[in-house]
């Protein structure tokens, strides 16, 4: 299973990005998706997830009401829709699956696949 992630760039502050994933090499609909985040010099870190089917969602409490995570099952694709971007936001940002799973693992050990990482930088 081969996740891509890609939309990162620089923003200022207040600007919005949307980020993409797109998922190759497995069963799409089998998977919970999830996007972390890792600033520098800190630990990796939960943003948002989303059942296989779109219908369930869970978002960290900091980027909840400005970030929005979707999917499209047809192209294979989790999206992460970002808005009112704070400086605080600037990380590397990573899709991850979860065969099974849950929108409420929060966790990196408990997601299966990992994409490379897109970066975002958000300028005062």
């Known amino acids: 299973v081969q996740l891509q992630a890609s939309g990162g760039g620089l923003v200022q502050a207040g600007g919005s990005l949307r980020l993409s994933c797109a998922v190759s090499?497995?069963?799409?609909?089998?998977?919970?998706m999830g996007w972390f985040r890792q600033a520098p010099g800190k630990e990796r870190e939960f943003v948002a997830g989303?059942?296989?089917?779109?219908?369930?969602?869970n978002y960290a409490a900091s980027m909840k009401g400005r970030f929005t995570i979707s999917r499209d099952n047809a192209k294979n694709t989790v999206f992460l829709q970002m808005n009112s971007l704070k400086p605080e936001d600037t990380a590397v940002y990573y899709c991850?699956?979860?065969?099974?799973?849950?929108?409420?693992?929060?966790?990196?050990?408990?997601?299966?696949?990992w994409g490379q990482g897109t970066k975002v930088t958000v300028s005062s």
């Open positions: 991850a699956a979860d065969q099974g799973g849950s929108v409420y693992y929060t966790r990196d050990y408990e997601y299966d696949y």
């Open positions: 090499g497995g069963t799409f609909r089998a998977y919970t």
């Open positions: 989303i059942s296989w089917s779109g219908g369930s969602t």
